[in-house]
């Protein structure tokens, strides 16, 4: 039973010793870089992932001020739980928060380096569409609810 949960002053330590595997560690920012981050975005949810009582993953999700757009800035799971089909489970538990919000747009976006492969093969499979390379530099793709 894969689970979100709010980060709250009883998890956000655990939760940011949570590690990629070291060949993914230039892909995604720190999770404590983005409980900070999340602090001055109005609107974002750091959200722990939890395999029954077990901290597996961290997500960052919410309207982007910049275009009015619901993203998904992070989604990681932890290197000792990655291929469980973890991730998969998440993803569809963040997609369908996001669609029973009040505020939900028609498109969830996010973005990746181009050079991520098994993030690409990953969003694809969860049914993300890859659009375009951003002008930072990343690949973007989006998930479409119609």
């Known amino acids: 039973m894969i689970t979100l949960r709010t980060i709250t002053k009883l998890n956000w330590e655990e939760c940011i010793h949570l590690k990629t595997k070291q ?18 975005i109005p ?7 939890y395999f029954e009582e077990i901290l597996v993953g961290f ?16 989604l990681m799971i932890d290197e000792r739980y ?9 993803m569809q538990l963040i997609i369908n928060d996001i669609s029973n919000k009040e505020d939900r747009t028609d498109v969830i976006w996010l973005g990746y ?3 991520n492969e098994d993030a690409k093969k990953f969003y694809k499979k969860v049914g993300f569409q890859e659009v ?6 990343e690949l973007i793709a989006k998930y479409s609810f119609a």
């Open 113 to 115: 380096k181009p050079n």
């Open 23 to 40: 060949e993914q560690q230039s892909f995604i920012t720190s999770n404590l870089y983005s409980i900070a981050e999340a602090q001055f």
């Open 59 to 74: 997500s960052m999700y919410g309207i982007d001020p910049d275009d009015g757009n619901y993203w998904i800035y992070r």
């Open 43 to 49: 609107g974002f949810s750091t959200k722990s992932i």
């Open 82 to 90: 990655q291929g469980l089909g973890y991730g998969k489970r998440a």
């Open 132 to 137: 375009g390379l951003a002008p930072w530099g």
